[in-house]
């Protein structure tokens, strides 16, 4: 029997679907499914043959019994066609008929069945429950269902950072992806060998994800695409959430869910090809825990709903069905990667897209039109834009605005934006449900300002911590009744439709992370204005005022300060929201809310100044650049002209730049369409700290350097991003003379290097460590700073870099990860310790390893070390050129393996430093060189014998 890889295509359409034209057959089960020992991932690739049992030919559309063979679906059905009439039908290899349905009648029924789920499904999906429209409205999917931008791959990290400035790194990412249609995710590429089985999508609050699911839903159900899969099943989290303390078997739960399958017996279950949808698992309060748990393989087993999903997605139940898994990418880890086969990302709308969508939106061509080009006014809005749920807010405000006699001024800034939004709403719900007199946003505002506040009390306090989902009782709290808030569908929807059979326990969330934010800032003020001291102390601390007391300027100033502390920028936009309900025309449109304001000019401009002269030293530079972004909710526009005639300026490196300017800097150039070819920092005239404010640029350009800079652990993360990111543009790195850096930082640049997108070719570090600083410099200069001129690219270069043994390991160890670019190493004076020197040596030994040059001068190489380290580079001698082991106190032993070395046929070595050693050998060493050199002009440098350090 052949044993071959199974076609990508075929696999997709393995399992038997129950359509009428085979139900006449009485076949035996067809299957996917392991035989016992088969436990982990159903019928590998590689054990399923490529011949068919019958023909012997190539697999088509392959198909096994429960024995184990394996057939073309259309040989097998030609032999039970011709053989077996009465309705028993067997294996044509072993006879085998235990498990056969003996009643063609039973396909008929279970035909009857999925068909009535299609029709079901379909009947759901088809219309949108669009942002935040009523449930079961009347907006068709179809219609307005824009193609987003997906790609295949993600960096494969967790992205903790605000997933709006996920959004803004995103923008950036076009080139070389993957792109793939939602309809396609379970199909092969044409390179790709192995059949895919389950999908991750990650993707930030909003981008799409629920509407992409939703589509292949009805794309499915209306007979269009994937008709190999007989049943989707759709198992949202938040919906599986309100049944987690149930025992359930995989059966009872499709009929919970799926009423319509109740018919479907386990035997049944086990022909059906199935695909599982399970979205939202950022809303799972579920515990996937995938180590250690119980094996269920049954369908009809119960168990706890967290061990049935593992057990699912591991392929012990139901091997052969399809799992897709959306979440947002903070949640996506909780998966194990090993039991990914694919992982794609939502990126929302690219700049046709988002067009796109706005047409569609609007029949009215003008409209769309006057909306196209007001959204690429403002960068902000435009960004946003990517996500579809923000093109959803925009087209409701700027509809609204242009059919309405109140046109005034179009929102530039995200706070006017979400302002007039909230107005929009609230105009929306008065139509619908108080008709009366035209009222003023001021009268509408007043009207509902209780209930807004206590929505922005609760948006308030679960930002805190993270939370988005909330149940009755925490609306409660707040002091909402469940009346109240299901009547403000455009800013707090009911997330259950009425047709979901889990419907009893209603679920709350704001339409998009964004909307609580700007509603826990309004809440903030209003706070603030009110002087709700026991708010405003629970959250800034109890000695938030200063000498000045509690004005404006103070009480911004320590929101800020908070902001700038938090790691992964959970605040960054309810700051930015803050700073821009401060302006007297947010202030008009939600004057009822926000309370008696001071808004002063003076008070303003203090505020500004704040902003200008803020403080980042020890924060985050990603951090720092929303700074610049309150300044632009302020609408002081004065810094980003100042940096627009910087960059269109001649002589860029006489302007002084403030550390605001950085910060506003590092944001254009990160966000700048084209990619920088080089940023060299210590060009630029600015302090240390403006130096550091730049890193973020890091992001957006071939090479980057910084030299001599203090750079602490964040700013490290971030260069590891850049390294991680996808597309990675960085090819080459000079952190040369960095001081400070410490275990943590180096840890974070050896994950950037590790990483597979890491394009990395030269990476210059030389950063020093805590003592001896002036001395290492000046041994720098004088004994290598002109030596290490090493011929081309591909370099890695840490001399000096006092790595502790930790760092050592870990970044030996990510070469040896990720070996195949790098063509030189240069580790020079760090003392390697033993452990250290195994990792490079098995880096050394594999056969991707193609350095060319490797400089390990002053080492403190122990004897062992030297030895394995020899015997390493004859094990894979063809690549290596430049060789530098000087003042390493080689003993003989180790001269004898380099002799070895040098004498190997395949050794191409050209160069060999300084090899000082009191022995005999390297006598006989010299001898050799020199005796080569003169023959085969192979060796540039000789040793010279010096007493050994
Ligand atoms: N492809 C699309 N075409 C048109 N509108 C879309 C599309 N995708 C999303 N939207 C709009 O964006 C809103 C949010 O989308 P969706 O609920 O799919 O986001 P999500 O990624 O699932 O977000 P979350 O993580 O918050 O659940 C939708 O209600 C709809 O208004």
Request: glycine share 4%; proline share 3%.
């Amino acid at each position: 029997m052949c044993f071959n890889r199974q076609r990508a295509e075929s696999a997709a359409s393995s399992c038997l679907s129950m359509k009428s034209d085979q139900s006449k057959l009485d076949p035996p089960l067809f299957s996917n499914e392991p035989e016992p020992s088969d436990t982990k991932r159903g019928v590998s690739a590689e054990e399923q043959p490529s011949c068919c049992a019958r023909c012997q030919d190539v697999l088509k559309d392959p198909v096994s019994t429960s024995c184990g063979h394996w057939f073309c679906r259309q040989c097998i059905s030609s032999y039970w066609d011709q053989s077996a009439p009465s309705g028993h039908s067997s294996c044509t290899q072993c006879g085998d008929r235990s498990r056969t349905i003996s009643c063609g009648q039973t396909d008929v029924g279970l035909q009857e069945v999925l068909q009535e789920h299609k029709m079901s499904l379909r009947r759901r999906c088809e219309h949108v429950t669009e942002g935040s429209d009523e449930p079961g409205g009347g907006t068709l999917l179809n219609r307005i269902y824009t193609e987003l931008y997906i790609t295949e791959g993600h960096s494969g990290e967790a992205d903790t950072q605000h997933e709006v400035m996920q959004l803004e790194k995103a923008s950036k990412k076009s080139l070389h992806d993957t792109p793939i249609r939602c309809q396609d995710i379970f199909k092969a590429f044409p390179e790709q060998q192995r059949a895919i089985r389950v999908v991750l999508t990650n993707g930030v609050a909003g981008i799409g994800k629920t509407f992409s699911a939703q589509k292949f839903t009805l794309d499915w159900a209306e007979g269009q695409e994937n008709q190999d899969v007989s049943v989707v099943v759709v198992l949202p989290f938040r919906e599986l959430n309100l049944i987690r303390d149930e025992q359930h078997s995989l059966l009872t739960l499709l009929h919970v869910f799926h009423p319509t399958l109740q018919k479907v017996t386990a035997e049944q279950l086990a022909v059906c090809k199935l695909l599982f949808i399970f979205d939202g698992l950022d809303e799972s309060r579920l515990s996937l825990v995938f180590t250690n748990r119980k094996v269920v393989s049954d369908v009809s087993q119960k168990s706890s709903l967290n061990i049935l999903l593992v057990n699912l997605m591991e392929g012990n139940l139901l091997p052969s069905a399809l799992i897709w898994i959306t979440s947002r990418p903070a949640a996506a880890n909780q998966i194990t990667p090993t039991c990914v086969d694919r992982l794609t990302e939502v990126r929302g709308f690219t700049d046709r897209q988002k067009e796109e969508y706005f047409r569609r939106r609007f029949s009215d061509e003008e409209h769309s039109s006057t909306i196209i080009s007001h959204m690429k006014t403002s960068r902000n809005l435009h960004i946003m834009c990517r996500l579809p749920v923000f093109c959803w807010i925009t087209a409701a405000v700027l509809e609204h605005m242009l059919t309405t006699e109140q046109r005034g001024e179009l929102p530039k800034s995200l706070t006017d934006m979400f302002s007039h939004f909230l107005l929009v709403q609230t105009q929306k719900k008065k139509n619908k449900y108080h008709e009366g007199h035209e009222m003023s946003p001021q009268e509408l505002m007043e009207a509902d300002r209780e209930v807004l506040l206590k929505l922005g009390r609760l948006a308030f306090e679960h930002m805190e911590n993270g939370n988005i989902m909330f149940y009755q009782e925490d609306l409660e709290q707040c002091g909402l009744d469940v009346t109240e808030a299901s009547v403000f569908s455009g800013v707090c929807t009911q997330i259950f439709r009425r047709e979901c059979v889990m419907f009893q326990k209603p679920v709350y969330c704001f339409v998009h992370l964004s909307i609580q934010e700007f509603l826990a800032a309004v809440y903030m003020f209003h706070c603030y204005t009110n002087r709700n001291q026991k708010v405003l102390q629970d959250f800034l601390g109890k000695d938030w005022q200063d000498e000045n007391g509690d004005t404006l300027d103070v009480f911004l100033n320590k929101v800020m300060e908070k902001s700038l502390r938090s790691e992964n920028g959970h605040l960054d936009l309810f700051v930015r929201f803050l700073h821009g309900l401060c302006l007297e025309s947010n202030q008009r449109l939600l004057g009822g809310l926000l309370g008696q304001t001071e808004n002063r000019p003076e008070m303003i401009q203090r505020v500004i100044n704040n902003l200008k002269e803020m403080n980042s030293y020890e924060m985050s530079p990603d951090r720092s650049i929303n700074i610049f972004h309150c300044l632009m909710e302020m609408k002081d526009l004065s810094v980003h002209q100042e940096i627009q005639e910087f960059l269109q300026s001649e002589n860029r490196s006489e302007m002084e730049l403030s550390e605001i300017h950085c910060s506003a800097l590092a944001y254009m150039l990160q966000m700048s369409e084209e990619v920088l070819d080089e940023l060299d920092l210590n060009k630029y005239t600015t302090s240390w700290e403006g130096k550091r404010r730049l890193i973020p640029a890091v992001r957006n350009c071939r090479k980057f350097r910084l030299y001599n800079c203090e750079l602490s652990e964040s700013h490290c993360e971030v260069v590891a991003s850049a390294l991680k990111s996808n597309p990675s543009h960085l090819t080459d790195l000079d952190l040369s003379r960095s001081i400070n850096l410490q275990d943590s930082g180096v840890k974070h640049l050896s994950a950037g290097l590790q990483s597979p997108n890491c394009k990395l070719e030269t990476l210059r570090s030389i950063p020093f460590g805590q003592s001896n600083v002036k001395l290492r410099i000046q041994n720098l200069n004088t004994s290598d700073g002109s030596s290490i001129i090493l011929p081309t690219y591909f370099l890695f270069r840490l001399e000096y870099c006092w790595l502790s043994e930790i760092s050592c390991d870990s970044l030996v160890s990510a070469l040896k990860s990720n070996p195949s670019h790098l063509k030189h190493l240069d580790l020079s004076f760090n003392i390697l310790q033993d452990t250290s020197l195994k990792h490079l040596c098995s880096f050394l030994e594999s056969p991707d390893c193609i350095l060319k040059t490797l400089r390990l001068r002053r080492c403190r190489l122990s004897e062992i070390s030297c030895d394995s380290l020899v015997s390493a580079l004859k094990s894979n001698p063809s690549h290596l050129e430049h060789l530098d082991l000087s003042r390493n106190n080689l003993q003989d032993s180790s001269v004898k393996h380099l002799l070895d070395l040098v004498e190997s046929p395949d050794c191409s070595l050209k160069t060999l430093r300084s090899v000082e050693s009191s022995s005999q050998s390297l006598l006989l060493l010299t001898v050799f060189y020199e005796t080569q050199s003169l023959s085969k002009q192979r060796f540039s440098v000789s040793c010279k014998p010096t007493a050994s350090q």
